[in-house]
């Protein structure tokens, strides 16, 4: 049977031309109602936007101006009375702000005595003292932004007035700075950068109603007052509405005040824009409407034809499937009974199918489960791995491997006496859960490191035994933050003891260096024994001094310095303290050191404590390194000694309060040191070998 002799086909035809027909009829009538409504608001949306942003522009530019006022006041050029240095500040001001054209300088009588550019020479010693701008500024001695001005060189012009007051609080001059609205083209192209179509306008009013700027420049300085707009904006409002213009033609207009200044700005389109989209929208939905009447008549067409496909469709389909072809379907058109049979038919094959690859689908699955977990456990930074009960690796991740510094598959099936680690097994049952304990143990770099412990007996069906799961997490920094806790309580504890201390002993210590002097005077025979004593109670005052550092805050005079020079001050104090002890200072300083911020003197006292430390451990003399070098982040200062060398049992407790290695220290001025360091933000290593000689490294961050 032919499509086109069929009553269906024609049925369907008829009934979607009518439905086009009438979608395009309301097309015309919808348009006709909504689109000038839409437009009037899109166009509301517009004037609103565009006088906030002009609004937004106009502070910028004000805070700009303004801001030259703090500028003026805080040069030195102005309160000079120099008119070349004038001319020179004024014309460097002019280069620098786009919204400054010109500048004068005014006595206090109001007479010009200085001014920028040339084309100013005629008003020198001419008086502006009637001029509301300078009267203003002379009266309340703070800075003046005037209105619009008719300026005498025929010129409207807005003045920035500033006053220049001595330290008597007397105004000696003002500074005026000048922008001339028609030819300042930075000023003018704030209105150029905003569109509100061929016929709208944007423009600016000062607080009496006068136009500061305009698209057509001979409006500015005219008094706009008479409109409705300008009005409202006078009397410090912001709106939108329906007015008209000086031309008298219908507008749409958005107007915002701006508080600062008292100005105002409109931005504002004709009435007859709104109809315009809709005039435009008609004119080419005449031609849209009749393409698209043809072109959808086509496929209502097209369609109907289509409906008659699925009997040969659903012959074809069977046939193929009767040959064994089981990916055959028939797409269900409709729900006749031909579409009813076709779903059927599509039903019974999808059975078949996804019966065959269901299999398929749950092995794939399951494998990217086992690979996900595997990734899972891979990237956990925790080391995990798992032992049977021979104590043999069934289970390990990447990073307990990485650890023990080889790969996964060589520890599977070793026994974990086998390889550099060793586990405290608490033996865990299933019925208590888990365990947990902490352990230390040396990586393959030889570091001590510790690490927490979690145990998890399970049931491995793979191996068929009970086997336990550890989950080890590396807490060595957790362990190095407490114990700087428990030094950092310790040090605050013998501080506090330290300050008790020394304020206790220094008034009988006087006491007591007051009466030997005195005895010291009487008795010339045992002079020799008051003299000990005297030096031994200095000694003692010199310990209580640094318990006074311990306990006492020192007050911080942070300057930027040259470190290098530090250390050539502090190489020179003890230069001859080294020579005695037969020391060479050798220092080697890179060029070009970045500053650091620092407390001159206590750095100073760091360098002298690590510096006579070092003399002082070397007995047979030698030579002193100094190094001092730049890095990323700031500098590092190395001191390199030949001495004796401290044990590593010894080195760990350095720092310590009242731990020392020499035989009569106190341990206090490194302890001092390291105080002072933290103080600064820097950093102190100190490396040494016993017979070798020590190194200490202190770092600094650059200022």
């Known amino acids: 049977m032919k499509w086109f002799k069929s009553s269906i086909f024609w049925r369907i035809y008829l009934i979607n031309v009518v439905i086009i027909v009438i979608l395009l009829a309301l097309m015309f009538v919808v348009s006709r109602v909504i689109l000038p409504d839409i437009s009037q608001d899109q166009f509301h949306e517009i004037t609103d936007e565009t006088v906030l942003r002009l609004k937004k522009q106009i502070s910028f530019v004000v805070e700009d101006i303004q801001g030259l006022s703090t500028y003026v006041q805080s040069s030195d050029a102005f309160i000079i009375d120099d008119p070349t240095l004038w001319k020179k500040e ?69 003045v920035l007035s500033v006053p220049i007051i001595d330290d008597e609080g007397v105004v000696q001059k003002l500074v005026n700075l000048s922008l001339r609205i028609e030819q300042n083209s930075n000023f003018q192209s704030i209105f150029q950068s905003f569109n509100i179509g061929s016929d709208g306008y944007t423009f600016i009013v000062d607080r009496q109603g006068r136009v500061i700027s305009h698209p057509v420049q001979r409006r500015i300085g005219d008094d ?68 698209t009447f ?15 496909r699925p009997i040969r469709q659903l012959y074809v389909a069977v046939d193929r499937v009767a040959k064994g072809d089981l990916y055959q379907t028939v797409e269900q058109v409709d729900k006749t009974e031909i579409g009813i049979l076709s779903s059927r038919f599509n039903e019974m094959v999808h059975y078949v199918r996804e019966s065959k690859i ?24 925790s080391y995990i791995y798992a032992v049977d009960p021979d104590h043999r690796f069934t289970l390990v991740n990447e990073s307990f491997a990485r650890l023990l510094g080889v790969r996964v598959e060589e520890l599977i099936g070793k026994q974990v006496e086998e390889v550099a680690f060793s586990i405290d097994h608490d033996e865990c049952t299933a019925q208590e859960g888990y365990c947990e304990h902490e352990a230390q143990f040396k990586d393959k770099d030889g570091n001590i490191r510790w690490i927490e412990t979690t145990e998890v007996p399970f049931y491995s069906v793979q191996y068929g035994a009970n086997q336990t799961l550890f989950v080890s997490t590396d807490i060595t920094d957790r362990k190095q933050a407490e114990e700087l806790l428990r030094k950092s309580e310790k040090l605050a504890v013998v501080g506090e003891l330290a300050a008790g201390v020394a304020h206790e002993i220094r008034n009988p210590l006087t006491s007591i260096k007051g009466f030997i002097h005195l005895l010291k005077e009487e008795s010339d025979e045992r002079k020799h ?120 049992e010894r ?37 040494s070998e016993l017979n070798k000689g020590t190194t200490v490294e202190l770092f600094f961050p650059k200022a």
């Not at 008003?123 to 001029?131: E, G, P, V």
């Not at 105002?264 to 005039?279: D, H, L, N, S």
Request: glycine share 6%.
């Open 651 to 687: 080195l760990t407790r350095l720092g310590e309060p009242f731990y020392s290695t020499k035989e009569k220290g106190t341990g206090l001025g490194l302890m001092v040191s390291f105080k002072i360091i933290e103080s600064h933000h820097g950093e102190i290593n100190i490396k």
């Open 358 to 381: 269901g299999l398929q689908l749950k092995e794939e699955q399951l494998n990217e489960q086992k690979e996900f977990l595997r990734k899972v456990m891979d990237i956990n930074p």
């Open 294 to 308: 043809i072109l959808l008549s086509f496929l209502t067409a097209v369609y109907a034809r289509q409906t008659l």
């Open 224 to 291: 706009v007052t008479a409109s409705e707009v300008v009005r409202k904006l006078v009397n410090k409002e912001s709106g939108y509405l329906k007015t008209k213009n000086i031309e008298n033609i219908p507008m749409l207009a958005s107007y915002e005040h701006i508080p600062v200044l008292d100005w105002g700005v409109v931005a504002q389109v004709p009435v007859k824009a709104v109809y315009e989209p809709y005039e435009t929208f008609q004119k080419s939905l005449w031609t849209l409407s009749f393409i």
């Open 90 to 158: 004024l014309e460097k001001i002019a280069t620098i702000s786009p919204y400054i054209d010109s500048g004068t300088i005014v006595d206090n009588q109001g007479y010009i005595r200085g001014f920028y550019p040339s084309d100013l020479r005629d008003m020198k010693d001419y008086n502006l003292s009637d001029r509301g701008y300078v009267q203003k500024a002379l009266a309340t001695k703070k800075p003046y932004l005037s209105d619009v001005i008719s300026a005498d060189t025929g010129r409207y012009i807005l």
């Open 529 to 648: 024994y008051f003299d000990i004593m005297e030096s031994e109670l200095e000694r003692i005052n010199l310990i209580v001094d640094e318990f006074l550092v311990l306990g006492k805050p020192q007050v911080m005079n942070f300057r930027q310095k040259d470190v290098s020079t530090l250390l050539k001050d502090v190489m020179t104090l003890l230069d001859t303290q080294a020579i005695l002890n037969n020391v060479s200072l050798v220092s080697t300083f890179e060029p070009d050191l970045p500053l650091i911020r620092c407390d001159e003197n206590q750095l100073k006292q760091v360098f002298i404590n690590i510096l006579k430390n070092a003399i002082e451990a070397m007995g047979t003399g030698g030579d002193i390194h100094i190094h001092a070098k730049k890095t990323e982040n700031g500098v590092v200062i190395q001191f390199v000694d030949q001495g004796t060398g401290i044990s590593p």
